[in-house]
């Protein structure tokens, strides 16, 4: 099981203090939280690693070419790809969901088809099709979220006809917590030939996701939000749809040869990655996935649900309390309301008191719009989380509700 104790020895930045109150972090669905040895990895590869990779003959840019295509193998094992010629780097989901609307968009769309989301999508999963809709002239059509926070899956199987050619959908909710039964998603939209494309954001931090099980087509995540550094994220997609999707952005590396008349595109997945990539992030995001392996995702996934239960629990003693979203399957996410407290108030006071939580829309309009809210308080766990500071985040709920 969880060594609680142990495991937050390894975040330094566990043991600081804010307004002279040692640091309750309740905000890992923004990003987590990095253990010593993914700092430790960015630092040795400026230190001992670093030179371009792909393009050199010398060693060290063979090194570090190595240390990058091996990181790539590291995701590709973690989330259970076929092959790292599915294993595209980006910035991050933001930049994978954006690839993919644009490649996927110009191989595959046209006006009159339609693109199934939800609507519990953050932002980066809605935007980006709208921008193509526009270029495009395709249709967003929204699976509609029932009042526990479940998606409708009898109006999902009802919006999908012949002219949807994608489903993209998030596997878990960054408000609710909900996880979506994906698996069902991808079997209903597969027997009627339509490929899906999943966010991933919240959930490969917490639970274990094999992308071949669960038979994704597309599936996107962030490295800093798996104790890794930002600015590196990863788009998993299937071969033979990356094959016939053109490049998303232009330059050095996604080149096989170019001359003024024609250039000719790199394989994959290449193809999608322009320009010098984030090697040392790679690197370091490799670490971090050894890290959770090291942990154990089920081990992960366990403790955090009990976390999560506890939340609610003690947080449900609270007179006024609303827990925002009932789904019947939850991740490691609590968000709330509590009285006619505006939310910001909410989060200003408990940093106060140490406690970090995230307040507002949390980047998801659409969904505070379907529950007539303008946002909630929100509480998200992470492994290196204790009882004990949940403990601390119902008594200083407490305190700020003295207060009005
Ligand atoms: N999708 C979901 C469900 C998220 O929670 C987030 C981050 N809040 C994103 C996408 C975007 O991730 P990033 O900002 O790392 O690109």
Redesign the pocket.
């Known amino acids: 099981m969880i060594d609680v104790e142990k495991i937050r020895r390894d975040f330094p930045i566990l043991g600081r203090e804010v307004y002279g109150k040692p640091l309750v972090y309740f905000d890992n669905?923004?990003t987590t939280q990095k253990p010593q040895c993914v700092i430790d990895a960015i630092s040795e590869a400026y230190c001992n690693e670093n030179a371009n990779v792909h393009r050199g003959i010398h060693f060290l840019s063979q090194h570090a070419t190595d240390l990058m295509e091996s990181a790539r193998d590291k995701v590709r094992q973690f989330i259970g790809a076929g092959s790292t010629e599915e294993i595209i780097f980006t910035r991050?989901?933001?930049?994978s969901i954006n690839l993919l609307a644009s490649s996927f968009s110009s191989a595959f769309l046209k006006e009159g088809d339609e693109v199934i989301i939800s609507g519990m999508e953050?932002h980066?999963?809605i935007v980006p099709w709208q921008i193509q809709s526009e270029r495009y002239g395709f249709r967003i059509k929204v699976i509609p979220v029932l009042d526990n926070g479940e998606l409708d899956l009898e109006a999902f199987k009802a919006l999908v006809s012949d002219k949807t050619r994608l489903v993209s959908i998030?596997h878990v909710s960054?408000v609710l917590g909900t996880v979506n039964p994906v698996s069902e998603i991808i079997s209903l939209a597969h027997s009627h030939g339509i490929p899906v494309a999943v966010?991933g954001?919240?959930s490969v931090p917490h639970i274990k996701v094999n992308v071949q099980e669960l038979g994704a087509d597309f599936y996107a995540f962030?490295g800093?939000?798996i104790y890794g550094p930002t600015g590196i994220?990863v788009l998993y997609g299937r071969k033979e749809l990356l094959e016939q999707m053109p490049p998303y952005q232009g330059g050095g590396e996604m080149i096989k040869r170019v001359t003024f008349e024609k250039t000719t595109y790199n394989e994959l997945p290449y193809k999608f990655e322009a320009g010098t990539p984030d090697y040392v992030g790679s690197i370091a995001l490799a670490k971090a996935l050894d890290y959770v392996q090291g942990i154990g995702m089920d081990n992960i996934a366990a403790y955090e649900s009990e976390l999560c239960s506890y939340a609610i629990e003690r947080l449900n003693g609270i007179p006024d309390m609303r827990i925002i979203g009932n789904a019947e399957h939850r991740s490691a996410v609590v968000s709330f309301l509590v009285g006619n407290i505006y939310p910001s108030d909410m989060g200003t006071l408990l940093d106060r008191l140490g406690i970090a939580v995230r307040t507002g829309h949390h980047?998801a309009e659409p969904l505070m719009d379907r529950l007539g809210i303008p946002g909630t308080v929100r509480a998200s766990f992470a492994f290196y989380n204790t009882k004990h500071e949940i403990d601390s985040l119902a008594e200083g709920i407490e305190r700020v509700k003295q207060m009005f």
């Open positions: 669905a923004a991050g989901t933001t930049e953050h980066s999963n998030t960054n966010d954001a919240q962030s800093h939000k994220g980047c």
